[in-house]
C-alpha cells in the first residue's frame, strides 16, 4: 500500500466515531481545564466565620488580645490573627477584603466584604444586646451589595483621571468575581435557642430557600462565580460542650465530645443545602456554583487534634468558662471577689477554638489549606478554577 493511502487510512481512523468518544472520555476524566480564572475580586456574604471588621465598625469592637498574633491589633476579626476567607484572598493574589460597613480607609477595587458576626440567612426577632443576633441577615448583605455596585460604577464612571478611581472595582469585574457564602450556622443556633429539635428540622427548608433566592437574585446582576461553604459541626463548639461537660449530663455528647443531636441538626441542614446547590445549577445554567464541604474539613480537624500537632480541641485561648461564669476574651469580670481578665493563652498556634465559638488562626490555616485545592469541592476543583 502506498503513502498516500495510509496517510488516508490514518486519518480515516483517527477521525471515527469511536476514536472521539474515547478522546472525549479522557479529557472527562482528566476534569476541568487547569487553566486558572484570574479572579479579580471577591465579594463575600457571612457571619462571624467570615467578618473581617463589618461588625466591629457599627457595635462595640472587637478588643486586644483579638489580633495577636497577625495583624499585632485588633482587626475587627474574632480571632487570634486571620481567618479562612484571608488565606483564600491570600491564594488568589487578592488584598484582604474591607468591610462594607467599614468607613475608615475602605479599598473595594478587588472586591468586599459584607459578613458581620451573629448574621443569620432568616431575620431573626433579636438583637446584637439579646443574644448577639446581627441586623445585618443575607437580604440585607445583599442590599449593601446592591447599593457598592451601583454607587462605585457611576464615580467609577465619572472619575476622569485613574486617580479618582483608585479604591473602586472596575464595573466589568463584577461579573469576573467570586461571589463566596459563609452563613447558617447563627440560623441554627437561633433554633437550639427557641425550638426543639423537630422543629428546627422543619424550618430548614424555608431557610434553604432564602438561602437560594440570594443566589438568584445574584445571577440576576451578572454574578457567575459562586462559592459556597456548608455549615460547621456547632455541636463542637466548646462554648456548648465545655458547660455540658462540667454538668456531668450523660448521653449528650458523642465520641469526640460533641453535642450529637446538634451535629446531626447541621448534617440534614447540609445535605438540604447541597441538593438546593445542584437544583441551582440546573436553574443558572450559565453560573458556576461549586459547594465546599466546610463541616467536613472542621470536624477532621477536632477528630484528629492531637495528631495534627493541637491541644485537645475543647481547649479555649481566649476567655474563661467555668462553673457558669463566662467572661468574653479580653474582657474584666468579678469573680468570688476576685478581679478576673480573660486573656489568651501562651500559645494560640496549639489551640483550635480561639475565644469558644471561633478558631484561631492556625486552625484556619489548617482549613483552608484543606479546602482551597479543591479537595473537599463539588465539583472537585480548586478555587483558583472556580470560574469553570
Same mark, same amino acid.
Given at each position: 500500500?502506498?503513502?498516500?493511502?495510509?496517510?488516508?487510512?490514518?486519518?480515516?481512523?483517527?477521525? +471515527?466515531?469511536?476514536?472521539? $468518544?474515547?478522546?472525549?472520555?479522557?479529557?472527562?476524566?482528566?476534569?476541568?481545564? !487547569?487553566?486558572?480564572?484570574?479572579?479579580?475580586?471577591?465579594?463575600?456574604?457571612?457571619? +462571624?466565620?467570615?467578618?473581617?471588621?463589618?461588625? &466591629? !465598625?457599627?457595635?462595640?469592637?472587637?478588643?486586644?488580645?483579638?489580633?495577636?498574633?497577625?495583624?499585632?491589633?485588633? &482587626?475587627? $476579626?474574632?480571632?487570634?490573627?486571620?481567618?479562612?476567607?484571608?488565606?483564600?484572598?491570600?491564594? *488568589?493574589?487578592?488584598?484582604?477584603?474591607?468591610?462594607?460597613?467599614?468607613?475608615?480607609?475602605?479599598?473595594?477595587?478587588?472586591?468586599?466584604?459584607? %459578613?458581620?458576626? #451573629?448574621?443569620?440567612? @432568616?431575620?431573626?426577632? =433579636? #438583637?446584637?444586646?439579646?443574644?448577639?443576633?446581627?441586623?445585618?441577615? /443575607?437580604?440585607?448583605?445583599?442590599?449593601?451589595?446592591?447599593?457598592?455596585? %451601583?454607587?462605585?460604577?457611576?464615580?467609577?464612571?465619572?472619575?476622569?483621571?485613574?486617580?479618582? @478611581?483608585?479604591?473602586?472595582?472596575?464595573?466589568?469585574?463584577? &461579573?469576573?468575581? /467570586?461571589?463566596?457564602?459563609?452563613?447558617?450556622?447563627?440560623?441554627?443556633?437561633?433554633?437550639? $435557642?427557641?425550638?426543639?429539635?423537630?422543629?428546627?428540622?422543619?424550618?430548614?427548608?424555608?431557610?434553604?430557600?432564602?438561602?437560594?433566592?440570594?443566589?438568584?437574585?445574584?445571577?440576576?446582576? #451578572?454574578?457567575?462565580?459562586?462559592?459556597?461553604?456548608?455549615?460547621?459541626?456547632?455541636?463542637?463548639?466548646?462554648?456548648?460542650?465545655?458547660?455540658? =461537660?462540667?454538668? *456531668?449530663?450523660? #448521653?449528650? /455528647?458523642?465520641?469526640?465530645?460533641?453535642?450529637?443531636?446538634?451535629?446531626?441538626?447541621?448534617?440534614?441542614?447540609?445535605?438540604? /443545602?447541597?441538593?438546593?446547590?445542584?437544583?441551582?445549577?440546573?436553574?443558572?445554567?450559565?453560573?458556576?456554583?461549586?459547594?465546599?464541604?466546610?463541616?467536613?474539613?472542621?470536624?477532621?480537624?477536632?477528630?484528629?487534634? @492531637?495528631?495534627?500537632?493541637?491541644?485537645?480541641?475543647?481547649?479555649?485561648?481566649?476567655?474563661?468558662?467555668?462553673?457558669?461564669?463566662?467572661?468574653?476574651?479580653?474582657?474584666?469580670?468579678?469573680?468570688?471577689?476576685?478581679?478576673?481578665?480573660?486573656?489568651?493563652?501562651?500559645?494560640?498556634?496549639?489551640?483550635? &477554638?480561639?475565644? +469558644?465559638?471561633?478558631?484561631?488562626?492556625?486552625?484556619?490555616?489548617?482549613?483552608?489549606?484543606?479546602?482551597?485545592?479543591?479537595? *473537599?469541592?463539588?465539583?472537585?476543583?480548586?478555587?483558583?478554577?472556580?470560574?469553570?
Amino acid at each position: 500500500m502506498s503513502w498516500f493511502f495510509t496517510a488516508i487510512l490514518l486519518a480515516l481512523l483517527l477521525s +471515527s466515531p469511536g476514536q472521539g $468518544r474515547a478522546q472525549e472520555s479522557r479529557r472527562r476524566k482528566r476534569g476541568p481545564s !487547569a487553566v486558572n480564572c484570574n479572579i479579580p475580586a471577591i465579594y463575600n456574604f457571612g457571619d +462571624s466565620n467570615s467578618d473581617t471588621g463589618g461588625l &466591629s !465598625a457599627v457595635f462595640p469592637p472587637t478588643v486586644p488580645p483579638n489580633g495577636e498574633t497577625f495583624f499585632h491589633n485588633p &482587626s475587627g $476579626r474574632a480571632c487570634d490573627g486571620r481567618l479562612i476567607i484571608d488565606f483564600i484572598a491570600e491564594h *488568589l493574589g487578592i488584598p484582604y477584603l474591607s468591610a462594607y460597613l467599614n468607613s475608615i480607609k475602605p479599598n473595594f477595587e478587588h472586591g468586599a466584604n459584607f %459578613a458581620t458576626r #451573629g448574621a443569620t440567612i @432568616r431575620q431573626q426577632n =433579636e #438583637g446584637w444586646f439579646q443574644n448577639y443576633v446581627s441586623p445585618f441577615s /443575607l437580604d440585607i448583605q445583599l442590599t449593601h451589595f446592591y447599593e457598592l455596585k %451601583a454607587q462605585t460604577t457611576y464615580f467609577f464612571n465619572l472619575a476622569k483621571e485613574q486617580a479618582g @478611581r483608585d479604591g473602586l472595582p472596575k464595573p466589568e469585574d463584577f &461579573s469576573k468575581a /467570586l461571589y463566596m457564602f459563609d452563613i447558617g450556622q447563627n440560623d441554627l443556633d437561633a433554633g437550639f $435557642r427557641k425550638m426543639s429539635n423537630q422543629q428546627i428540622l422543619a424550618d430548614i427548608p424555608d431557610i434553604i430557600a432564602l438561602f437560594a433566592d440570594a443566589v438568584h437574585n445574584l445571577y440576576r446582576t #451578572g454574578a457567575r462565580a459562586f462559592w459556597i461553604h456548608n455549615t460547621g459541626p456547632v455541636g463542637c463548639l466548646p462554648l456548648k460542650t465545655v458547660e455540658i =461537660e462540667q454538668h *456531668l449530663k450523660p #448521653g449528650i /455528647l458523642d465520641e469526640d465530645g460533641c453535642i450529637k443531636d446538634q451535629n446531626d441538626i447541621a448534617k440534614e441542614f447540609n445535605k438540604q /443545602l447541597k441538593e438546593r446547590v445542584i437544583k441551582l445549577r440546573a436553574e443558572l445554567p450559565q453560573a458556576s456554583i461549586t459547594h465546599v464541604d466546610i463541616y467536613t474539613a472542621k470536624y477532621k480537624l477536632i477528630r484528629n487534634a @492531637r495528631d495534627l500537632g493541637f491541644e485537645d480541641a475543647s481547649k479555649i485561648c481566649c476567655g474563661y468558662r467555668r462553673n457558669g461564669t463566662n467572661i468574653w476574651c479580653g474582657y474584666n469580670a468579678n469573680v468570688n471577689g476576685r478581679d478576673m481578665h480573660a486573656g489568651s493563652c501562651p500559645n494560640p498556634s496549639k489551640v483550635i &477554638s480561639w475565644d +469558644s465559638v471561633h478558631y484561631t488562626e492556625s486552625a484556619n490555616r489548617w482549613i483552608a489549606s484543606l479546602i482551597i485545592n479543591g479537595s *473537599l469541592s463539588d465539583p472537585p476543583i480548586p478555587i483558583a478554577q472556580a470560574c469553570q
